[in-house]
C-alpha cells in the first residue's frame, strides 16, 4: 500500500495538482488536510472518477480533512472520541472543528489529521492543541490496548517539529509556537502510548515538509517538518520506504506543504470488502 499524507492548502483551488499527484505518483490511500470547503463543495467527483472512495469532513472555509482510498474505504468516522472542540469566543459554544477523518483502507486504519497550529504561546488556540493531542493520544492508546496488531497510521499535519533538526533555524522560532517543550512532550507522550514510529522521519531522512509562502523560504530551503506518518508497531514491521515529494512543492501555484509518501507492504484485502464511502456522511461526534 502506497500511504500519501498531503496539506493541499485548498482541494478547490489544488484539485489539479491532487489529481496529478495521485496519478504520478500511483498513491493507494491519500489523507488530505486544509480543504477548506464544505463536504458539498469538495471535487469528490474527479477523484472518483480515478476510482477513489472519498470521504470528507468540513463544514466552512477553514480547516476540513478527507480520505480517497482507491483499495476499499469502510467503518468512516468523523471525528476521534474525545476530540476537544474549541470557538475564538470563549464564551461562545464550542464547536467541533472538522480536522479528523479515519477510516479502514486496505486492512489499515487511517486517521487523516490536521492538529490545530496554536497561534501563538499566549493564545486559547496554544491551550486547544495541547488538549486535543492528549485527546488523540488517549484514543490512541485506548485502541492499541484493546487490539494490539491493529494495522494503524495516524497521518497529517501535526503542528509540532519534534526536534531542533527540524527546523532550519532553531533561534528564529524561540517564543513561537509548533517548537515549544509542552507540545513536543504531547507529541512524543501520543507516539508512547501507542508505540508509535515515525516512518517518514526514519526512512526518509527528515527532509522539511513545509516551506512558508514568505520570503522565498522555499527557493532558501527555509522549511520545517511537521507532517508525519506515525505508524502502529504492527504496521511499522512492514514499511519499506519513505519520501517527501519536493516536486510537489516547487509547482506552479503549488500548497506550502509537501506529499510525505510511505510505501507499507500490507497484505491486499479483497476488492469491495470493505465497502466505499460518500463524499459526506452523517456525523458522529
Given at each position: 500500500m502506497r500511504l500519501a499524507t498531503w496539506n493541499v492548502n485548498s482541494a478547490r483551488t489544488r484539485k489539479q495538482h491532487i489529481v496529478d499527484f495521485l496519478k504520478q505518483r500511483d498513491i493507494d490511500v491519500l489523507a488530505v488536510q486544509e480543504t477548506k470547503c464544505q463536504d458539498k463543495q469538495f471535487p469528490a467527483e474527479l477523484f472518483e472518477d480515478l476510482g477513489y472512495a472519498v470521504a470528507h469532513v468540513g463544514v466552512?472555509?477553514?480547516?476540513?480533512?478527507?480520505?480517497?482510498?482507491r483499495v476499499g474505504l469502510a467503518d468512516v468516522q468523523r471525528s476521534f472520541p474525545g476530540q476537544p472542540?474549541?470557538?475564538?469566543?470563549?464564551?461562545?459554544?464550542?464547536?467541533?472543528?472538522?480536522?479528523?477523518?479515519?477510516?479502514?483502507?486496505?486492512?489499515?486504519?487511517?486517521?487523516?489529521?490536521?492538529?490545530?497550529?496554536?497561534?501563538?504561546?499566549?493564545?486559547?488556540?496554544?491551550?486547544?492543541?495541547?488538549?486535543?493531542?492528549y485527546a488523540l493520544r488517549n484514543h490512541v492508546r485506548q485502541e492499541l490496548a484493546a487490539e494490539p496488531e491493529q494495522?494503524?497510521?495516524?497521518?497529517?499535519?501535526?503542528?509540532?517539529?519534534?526536534?531542533d533538526e527540524d527546523v532550519w533555524d532553531r533561534e528564529f522560532f524561540r517564543g513561537k509556537t509548533h517548537v515549544t517543550p509542552a507540545e513536543r512532550v504531547a507529541l512524543e507522550d501520543l507516539m508512547d502510548a501507542g508505540q508509535?514510529?515515525?516512518?517518514?522521519?526514519?526512512?526518509?531522512?527528515?527532509?522539511?515538509?513545509?516551506?512558508?509562502y514568505q520570503r522565498f523560504r522555499f527557493d532558501r530551503d527555509e522549511g520545517m517538518r511537521i507532517d508525519y506518518q506515525l505508524a502502529s508497531p504492527a504496521l511499522a514491521k512492514v514499511a519499506v520506504s519513505a519520501q517527501v515529494d519536493k516536486q510537489a512543492r516547487a509547482a506552479q501555484k503549488a500548497s506550502d506543504h509537501a506529499p510525505v509518501i510511505v510505501e507499507y507492504e500490507v497484505p491486499k484485502t479483497p476488492r469491495g470488502s470493505e465497502g466505499t464511502a460518500a463524499s459526506s456522511f452523517d456525523s458522529e461526534d
Open positions: 466552512n472555509q477553514w480547516n476540513g480533512v478527507a480520505l480517497l482510498s472542540r474549541f470557538h475564538k469566543d470563549a464564551d461562545a459554544p464550542q464547536e467541533l472543528e472538522p480536522r479528523a477523518v479515519g477510516a479502514l483502507c486496505g486492512g489499515v486504519r487511517v486517521w487523516s489529521l490536521y492538529v490545530p497550529n496554536g497561534r501563538s504561546i499566549f493564545d486559547r488556540h496554544y491551550d486547544y492543541k495541547l488538549r486535543w493531542l494495522l494503524m497510521a495516524l497521518v497529517g499535519d501535526f503542528n509540532v517539529a519534534r526536534r508509535l514510529r515515525d516512518i517518514a522521519g526514519e526512512l526518509s531522512k527528515n527532509s522539511w515538509t513545509y516551506w512558508d
